[in-house]
């Protein structure tokens, strides 16, 4: 075996710059007993739980790869299930953030989830749309795609015993535009229509814990709410309405009008009268999640999450039905847009971020936001420190470079550099300049300089440029770099090549050609021998700077590679890409080295510190995301095909089969069944093995067989797989060990041949032998007795077959002589006369919908 390469791994050290997430909702958390000052966030893979007082992180519930999609919290206050795009649900302990136990059933992400009245149970919903139960249950108000909120009365049948009616909640009642069928136990009538200012669908409709208030909104930043009155309140009202109706007759007839018969009013009550309608709250952006809870002093708390990456507390005191009040809005800790460029400092101590909205300076050690400094003119492209870190160049769309004092947090100068957006933006390596590209076909080089404070507010110096040559090109600049050596400067252009010129002369050296989109990312090694490009076209091309020729090419990322930068004094490299995913790279051996855990949008930027030590992302889902280099090797040719699956990106979860659709994760009834299956194995061998050296005599049973009124081992193991879940028996078939597997392959013949459990016995066989056919196949002394399992299930199978077919030709035969002794029709006949008489009973209902207004 030849000598393997060692590297250090990286590791996720933080996230931050994320609020929360817009794809998640909120929650209100009840904390040491406090309520009405806590809500909980998804903040990309995490929960954070805001403290709107002081306006800063309470909690933080850490998560690993997957995003948070739902949460809800218990009403007792000490749990918060979460769950994720993945399927999966944890519950967490809030007092100490472990996770208590996990669901794992859904097969996309969970999108609503919900305790009962006691917390002992939950149940969750994926991709379903939005409805919610008010007063006391009485009410479901659902959402739809139009601007109406329609209203529905459930009812239950008084003659249902109580506890039938709890194992009959779970029955699904369909909900039309009629009334449900009248023995059903639960009966349903829309009672009208609440109409919305808001523009869209319905996106998110919620209550109160106590169900007397709803909030609703669509896709535009309104949020509409209604309060459902109390009977007293809502008979009081009905009176007053009855009441003016009456006048108004009243007047009529004094007016002479004709063709009224009475002047009665039916005193029933209308929605109109239950439902009433609340001020409405404008926002700054569009709203994402909305979640209410009512003090007993009837003060209405409202916790708001905007897609601009803002949390708001917002009150309303319900009686005097006055104008809703902000108590707290928290922005200050994150971008409100999707930070597009990241630098790292050249002391691994300061993180500087841009976006459309503004520029952060982070501090790297406790990831906190030090300073926020506003975008004077267009949305930033790209960023770096000068020299000293004091300061920081930053290109924008609009062509203008601006000179930063990163200190103080000002914009010292805009230096109207390209007449079109700046695409790149880098220090010479002499640290006396810096160069820059722009979409104006111009490559530009400047000079530090130190000038007069124009503004005139101190006697100190500050910094500008001084512009000295200019590169005039035929296409478009998207990325720039110079050679460490100071030879040469490299430009990526729109045509998708990348040309080389003497940086003295700006005389043509070199074209790289070979990309089929256009470069977006470049970087030259340390030592001025490679040059690394990543393009459109999702490949990354290793190029000599001596002759030009390409070394590799590699088929990067499944999407575009938006960044890529070299580790310092290495030919180790860092790339991004749309995809989301941060991989590590060996320029010399062309291995992917690592690949980390990325954002769940886009890859916008990655920066890669002083000496390597850190590496810092920006993408889109408005994340920063921190890798530090630890002390761990990482060893390439020691790794399984399933480890190497995961560097890469690739799911495999059984080595040398990546097709192959397995279980997603260990269930601790997955492991429980595996110890079963090795707990019965071991007390057959042991029980076979005193029967050889009894030669003969009379054998007593394990105490397990005997407690499972079995008689032989073979019985004892097929009664272990009957107990097994159906939904653990592969999972935990997975996590035996390759001497077990041999030893239930040789059982199997025998279980096959007494014992009449075809379907299970042959599961567990096709299953093993998919997992393990490599191995089974080459172990000479294990052979015989698959190719027994071969002709055995066939002819176990085959029978099963027969068996099935002679009962249901058997079924058929009896169908049609119940039929013919009856005289009845085909059953197809009766189905369609039934749905042909629904569809006109439908019809002649639809006529007659209640519409109701809520003004």
Known sequence: MGLTKQYLRYAASGTFSVIASAECNNAHISLNGISGRYFAVGACEHVIIWDMRLGEKAQVLPGENVVVSQLTASPTGNHIAVGYVDGNINVFELKNNEIVCVFSGHKSGVTSLQYDEQGHRLVSGSKVWSAVLL???????????DQDLR?????????????????????????????VDETSVLQCHQVGTLMRGGRGRVVQLAADPGQSVLACFGTDSLLEMFTFCSDEEAKQRMAK??????????????????????????????????????????????????????????????????????????????????????????????????????????????ILSASADAIKLWNRPSQVC????????????????????????????????????????????????????????????????????????????????????????????????????TLELEESVLAVKISPNNKFIAVALLDSTVKIFF?????????????????????????????????????????????????????????????????????????????????????????????????????????????????????????????????????????????????????????????????????????????????????????????????GKVTQLPLLMTAYNCTEPSEFLLDTFKRIRSSDLEESLLLLPYTTVREIIRRLPAMLELYDSTELQCRVVLFLLRVHHAPLIADKNILNDVVAL?????????????????????????????????????????????????????????????????T
């Open 503 to 695: 940086l003295d002369t700006f005389k043509f050296y070199l074209s790289l050609y070979g990309h089929k989109l256009p470069v977006l990312c470049l970087d030259i090694s340390y030592d001025s021998n490679l040059i690394a490009t990543g393009s459109t076209d999702r490949n990354v091309k290793i190029w000599g700077m001596d002759f030009g020729d390409c070394h590799k090419s590699i088929f990067a990322h499944n999407d575009s590679v938006t960044a890529l930068q070299f580790v310092p004094n290495t030919h180790y490299f860092f790339t991004g890409s749309k995809d989301g995913k941060v991989k590590q790279w060996d320029g010399d051996t062309y291995d992917n080295i690592i690949t980390l855990n990325g954002h769940a949008g886009e890859c916008w930027s990655v920066s890669v510190g002083a000496g390597g030590a850190h590496v810092v992302s920006c993408g889109g889902d408005h994340a920063l995301r921190l890798y530090s280099r630890t002390e761990e090797p990482l060893v390439l040719g020691d790794t399984d095909d399933a480890e190497e699956g995961l560097a890469t990106g690739e799911k495999a979860p059984v080595p040398g089969f990546p097709n192959l659709n397995m279980p997603s994760m260990k269930t601790i009834g997955a492991e429980k069944s595996a110890d079963s299956i090795l707990e019965c194995l071991q007390a057959c061998a042991e029980y076979e093995e005193k029967k050889n050296e009894g030669r």
């Open 370 to 469: 030090i300073r926020t400094i506003p975008v004077p003119s267009g949305r930033p492209l790209c960023l770096c420190f000068a020299p000293g870190d004091r300061h920081a160049l930053v290109g924008c769309a609009d062509g203008q470079v601006l000179v930063l004092d990163v200190a103080a947090g000002v914009t010292i100068e805009n230096v109207a550099a390209h007449t079109a957006e700046c695409n790149t933006i880098g220090l010479t390596p002499d640290m006396r300049g810096c160069y820059s590209g722009g979409g104006d076909k111009t490559v530009k080089l400047w000079n530090f300089e130190l000038i007069p404070d124009p503004t005139g507010e101190s006697k100190a110096k500050v910094l500008s440029l001084l512009h000295t040559r």
């Open 151 to 179: 209203v529905w009365k459930l009812k239950w049948i008084d003659e249902e015993k109580e506890e039938d009616k709890l194992t009959k909640q779970l029955e699904i009642v369909r909900l039309e535009e009629t009334d």
């Open 135 to 145: 007063k006391e249950e009485r009410y479901l108000v659902t959402g739809g795609a």
């Open 790 to 854: 071969k002709n055995k299930t066939t002819d176990k199978i085959n029978n099963l077959r027969d068996k099935v077919g002679c009962n249901v030709q058997a079924l058929r035969w009896m169908q049609r002589e119940a039929e013919e002794a009856a005289g009845e029709r085909l059953f197809r006949d009766a189905t369609a006369e039934k749905r042909s008489k629904d569809s006109r009973r439908r019809a002649r209902a639809a006529l007659k919908r209640p519409i109701v207004t809520v």
């Open 241 to 350: 309405r009855i009441k003016k109706q009456k006048k108004k007759i009243q007047k009529r007839i004094e007016n002479g009008e004709t063709g009224i018969e009475s002047t009665e009013v039916p005193e029933l009550l209308t929605l109109s009268d239950e439902v009433k309608r609340m001020p409405s709250v404008k926002l700054g952006a569009k709203l994402k999640s909305v979640s209410l809870l009512l003090g007993a002093t009837g003060e209405l708390r409202i916790a708001i999450t905007l897609s601009n990456n803002t949390v708001e507390m917002h009150s309303l005191m319900i009686a005097d039905n006055s104008e809703v009040k902000c108590l707290k809005q928290i922005s200050q800790p994150g971008h409100n847009k999707d930070p597009r460029c990241v630098a790292l400092s050249s002391d691994n101590l300061a």
